[in-house]
């Protein structure tokens, strides 16, 4: 789309600097986060799942490679060449890895935030070349004289204004839901991993009202002390495995209809826990021949290959694809209550693995996992207790979404200058 807007190379608006190769004998435990291409999610945004992080007393050395709020970053190498990630203050303070361009608005000629935009858009257009592509890296110095429209510094700030708006609330929402999920997890893990109620009753000191769901004593299993009562079994016992299919890629009349079609690429984070929209989506006719099924609302999805382990609770009815399985609790079990059984029993298998590759996922799989299983009821009073949480994460997703296909239909609006931003207050 043509711009209204003069247009600059980029290197003569922004500071550009790459990041650094950090050893990883030299990461510890704690001190500087050190930010690498695995901790920028796709839509931008920053986590510390697996971070990495750098003594303190080695920090001064490597002064250049500070990231600061509004930086936007770029991953030049690799599986997710091309990715834009944002620096937010929370992120800080953070040192960045190898393998990613630095971007930094230079003061008085271009908004850092807008920056952020304005670059995400031209380079998506871009990198239109890498779609299906053996390519697998960029050149800094191809990007470098890369032009990008540059309005009034002031229209810049009006833009990131009304577009960090809509950002913001994605963030907020994000970082709720991760407080959300905390506490559902917590609650699962006190129930039925660290069987808290039962110590409580077994000790006779202060009760919380679930307390009198739980039996008062542990006793000996195969695997450990287990409350009286509760069982120890296979997990395929307690599950209904659902298997997934593609229908045929050549056939146009079963795809791009009504039925989502998940598969590993649609996986959520695992604080988000559903995936409510997917990539692809196929037609009742694609469905009805192919192995694909439609799998109910609340099934739990496991990827079974390439990427092992993702998990998704379908937020809709949706199908999937032949490298994934569905889980479903057998009659009377509690649909949460089965996904954070199987989560918990995942961490289990990626541990067990012992720096092995963990690669796949059959049914012999969830033979051999031995999990501890209360009464139904239990399960029941589980999912009662986390539904108001699980539906606001639900809830905080959809609105996500419609926030983010609002500023998506904004940006390329706002840059062409065919809609002016409000002024920011």
């Known amino acids: 789309m043509a711009s209204d807007y003069p247009e600059q190379p980029l290197e003569e608006v922004a500071d550009l600097s790459g990041g650094f190769a950090f050893k990883s004998g030299d990461y510890s435990p704690d001190g500087r986060f050190v930010l690498r291409t695995l901790n920028i999610d796709d839509d931008g945004s920053i986590h510390r799942k697996d971070a990495a992080f750098l003594p303190l007393e080695k920090c001064d050395q490597y002064k250049r490679f500070e990231l600061q709020e509004h930086d936007t970053l770029f991953v030049m190498v690799g599986a997710t060449l091309g990715k834009v990630g944002y620096v937010r203050r929370e992120s800080l303070p953070a040192l960045l890895n190898q393998n990613m361009w630095r971007i930094r608005g230079r003061e008085g000629l271009c908004d850092k935030r807008y920056l952020q935009y304005a670059f995400r858009h031209t380079v998506a257009q871009r990198l239109g070349w890498a779609s299906g592509s053996a390519r697998d890296f960029v050149r800094r110095d191809d990007y470098r004289t890369m032009k990008i429209p540059v309005p009034p510094l002031q229209e810049q700030k009006r833009i990131a204004h009304i577009l960090g708006t809509l950002d913001d609330k994605i963030e907020l929402n994000r970082r709720m839901n991760a407080t959300l999920e905390a506490m559902a997890r917590t609650l699962f893990q006190s129930w039925f991993v660290n069987f808290d109620p039962v110590r409580r009753n077994s000790e006779g000191g202060a009760k919380r009202p679930e307390d009198s769901l739980f039996p008062d004593s542990l006793e000996d299993s195969a695997i450990g002390e287990i409350p009286i009562g ?19 890629t050549s056939e146009p009349t079963y795809w791009d209809g009504d039925v989502p079609w998940y598969s590993v690429r649609d996986a959520p984070t695992e604080t988000d826990v559903w ?17 694909a099924k439609i799998c109910p609302e609340k099934t739990t999805i496991i990827s079974a290959r390439g990427t092992v382990g993702k998990l998704a609770l379908t937020g809709v009815p949706m199908a999937m694809n032949q490298s994934c399985y569905g889980i479903r609790g057998i009659s009377g079990y509690g649909d949460f209550f089965a996904y954070y059984l199987v989560r918990e029993a995942t961490v289990r298998l990626q541990q067990n693995a012992h720096g092995s ?52 239909t904004l940006l390329p609006k706002l840059l062409a200058g065919e809609v002016q931003a409000p002024t920011a207050k």
Do not use: M
């Open 275 to 291: 995936v409510i929209q997917t990539d692809k989506s196929v037609t009742e006719q694609g469905i009805a021949n192919s192995a």
């Open 230 to 248: 509760w069982e120890v079994c296979s997990l395929s016992k307690k599950i209904e495995l659902l298997s997934g299919g593609t229908p045929k």
């Open 357 to 408: 590759v963990f690669d796949t996922i059959t049914t012999r799989t969830f033979e051999s996992l031995d999990c501890v299983f209360p009464n139904k009821e239990l399960t029941i009073a589980f999912d009662k207790a986390v539904e108001p949480l699980l539906s606001k994460i639900r809830a905080n997703l959809h609105q996500s979404h419609t926030l983010a296909t609002l500023r998506d």
